[in-house]
């Protein structure tokens, strides 16, 4: 009979419990507090640097499957070159989530147990937020997201955001594994198993530690929330909204002729105001135009939505790709760059003062190719088949402007993925954001948790700013989310539909928005001193080596 070794057993289980983390709704996430620790405990008898790797690669290739299997949808749909796209993420993405692995392993190497895996959530945190500075990446995996579906943990998300909760997850599961391994030793040492499992005086700190740190979280929790009751009742500016969710298919929605698109969008914004709906202001989804609306050849377009928005009153804000001509300093030739850009039209203002956002985060190799600017590499940049692949990014924070009577409503612009990323909405709200929007289409993943998912980043991004989320999708799931993170009304999915409700604005500040990423940026420095002291002690061990000898 074939003996399995321990460490196979807890990556295996490691894997599968992080993968059930992300892919189940509440309380699955609760998971994530002790799923880590098989795989802590697994480096315990990793006996080499290849042994460590191995670990790390089955247990992040496990949950990777579990919690990303949607990814192959649009693969197996038709697209091969997106079920390429998907397989290559699945082989290379697993190897990214070991490089922190590797680099605990020196650790564990050099130092004590305990003061290792006291590290270990500091580096964990550094490795999830040094992620979302590779263009080729997103933190979409962070386990603080495993937390977005729980209403009271996520409210701890204001204060540090999601990096704070995934501080916080890896450092429970550092204490259940010091409180496993402390336990392992005794019961080697008292050869008693009774014994072994009383509670000492070092166990008893841990339990008492994990008690205080999950519970003070959920504690946070209840605080907030009950403080969100207590100012509902107060009066408060408001913003009331009508999102579109015109369900068409992605795959045609590029070959569907413009006059068509727009009419549908018309039809479910007049059918709702028909019967009594009011609104300040109108969404439409991710790319819900699939023209160049700002040029000539489309100015047809333009004064069909002009007409409707001034006649209505209500200003519109749709998802469109734009396109722009950038004269090359010395050079006759031009070069011309295309956006995924959200563009607002208010009412009783000309195109020139139509506010756009362009989206900064683009998705790596469906929107934009990674190093496709680099010389020589452009030639060689594979194309979608819907030729999307080429856009450009944006660079300037996405704060869009509404005039609305001798007021102006501000609004932060987020685009698809982009609600994956926490210090874009972070920074709108410093540039002045009283409400977030996002906009999406996530239609390539119906039928699976996919639109789901995406749900949860824009839940956290409420949290994290304390401000209200207006989410609009073009197949689903369309929902309006309070600064709790709550689901105020959401929309079925696969569904075409309108729907109105109001949201709150506000100008509070979270902690979060104040200061930022300071965690994560704090964790990066406690990391890289830990090496570098590491390495001084090292040459000074060698040192005083080549002295006595």
Do not use: M
């Given at each position: 009979m074939v003996r399995i070794p321990a460490r196979i057993l807890y990556a295996l289980t490691s894997g599968v419990l992080l993968g059930l983390a992300f892919a189940l709704p509440f309380p699955a996430g609760l998971l994530a507090f002790v799923a880590m620790t098989?795989?802590?405990?697994a480096l315990e008898y990793a006996p080499d640097r290849r042994s460590v790797f191995r670990v790390g690669l089955l247990s992040f290739g496990i949950y990777h499957g579990i919690s990303h299997w949607f990814l192959l949808v649009p693969?197996?749909?038709?697209?091969?070159?997106?079920?390429?796209?998907?397989?290559?993420?699945?082989?290379?993405?697993?190897?990214?989530?070991?490089?922190?692995?590797?680099?605990?392993?020196?650790?564990?190497?050099?130092?004590?147990?305990?003061?290792?895996?006291?590290?270990?959530?500091?580096?964990?945190?550094?490795y999830e937020w040094l992620r979302t500075k590779l263009d080729f990446w997103t933190p979409e995996l962070a386990l603080g997201y495993t937390q977005a579906d729980n209403a009271l943990l996520r409210q701890g998300a204001d204060i540090a955001g999601v990096w704070g909760l995934s501080f916080i997850v890896v450092l429970l599961n550092v204490l259940l594994s010091q409180l496993l391994l402390r336990w392992r030793d005794e019961h080697r040492t008292y050869r008693s198993a009774w014994v072994s499992w009383i509670p000492r005086p070092y166990s008893r700190r841990r339990i008492i530690a994990f008690v205080l740190l999950l519970s003070g979280l959920a504690a946070y929790g209840w605080y907030r929330l009950a403080g969100n009751a207590m100012d509902a009742g107060k009066e408060q500016r408001e913003l009331a909204v009508i999102l579109v969710?015109?369900?068409?298919?992605?795959?045609?929605?590029?070959?569907?002729?413009?006059?068509?698109?727009?009419?549908?969008?018309?039809?479910?914004?007049?059918?709702?105001?028909?019967?009594?709906?009011?609104?300040?202001?109108?969404?439409?989804?991710?790319?819900?135009?699939?023209?160049?609306?700002?040029?000539?050849?489309?100015t047809d377009y333009r004064h069909q939505i002009r007409r409707w928005v001034d006649s209505s009153g209500i200003a519109l804000l749709t998802g469109v790709p734009e396109r722009r001509v950038l004269a090359r300093r010395g050079s006759p030739v031009a070069d011309t760059i295309s956006h995924n850009a959200l563009l607002l039209v208010p009412p009783e203002q000309p195109p020139s003062n139509w506010p756009i956002y362009r989206k900064i985060k683009l998705t790596p190799f469906a929107e934009r190719v990674p190093l496709a600017d680099v010389p020589g590499i452009a030639s060689y940049v594979p194309r979608w088949q819907l030729g999307l692949s080429g856009w450009a990014p944006g660079t300037e924070a996405g704060v869009l402007r509404l005039p609305r009577g001798s007021d102006t409503t501000a609004l932060g612009a987020v685009i698809c993925l982009e609600s994956m990323y926490p210090a874009l909405a972070a920074d709108a709200v410093r540039e002045g954001a009283e409400a977030l929007v996002v906009v999406s289409n996530d239609?390539?993943?119906?039928g699976t948790n996919g639109p789901a998912r995406h749900v949860h980043y824009a839940m956290m991004r409420a949290v994290e700013t304390r401000r209200a989320v207006i989410r609009c999708a073009n197949t689903g799931v369309s929902a309006i989310i309070d600064p709790t993170g709550k689901l105020v009304r959401q929309s079925e999915n696969a569904a075409r539909l309108a729907f109105d409700g109001k949201i709150e604005l506000s100008d509070e500040l979270s902690l979060y928005v104040v200061f930022g990423d300071i965690l994560p940026k704090a964790c990066c420095v406690i990391v890289l001193l830990a090496f570098v002291w590491l390495g001084l002690r090292r040459r000074e061990k060698g040192s005083l080596r080549s002295q006595k000898g």
């Open positions: 098989p795989l802590l405990l693969g197996l749909l038709g697209d091969s070159f997106l079920l390429l796209l998907a397989l290559l993420y699945w082989l290379v993405h697993p190897l990214f989530c070991v490089l922190p692995l590797v680099a605990y392993s020196v650790l564990r190497r050099r130092l004590a147990r305990d003061e290792a895996l006291f590290l270990f959530p500091f580096l964990w945190t550094a969710q015109p369900n068409i298919d992605p795959w045609s929605k590029w070959e569907q002729p413009p006059a068509e698109q727009l009419a549908l969008h018309f039809d479910l914004l007049d059918s709702l105001l028909a019967v009594g709906a009011e609104a300040d202001l109108a969404v439409w989804s991710e790319t819900a135009l699939t023209i160049y609306l700002l040029e000539d050849e489309f239609g390539w993943f119906d």
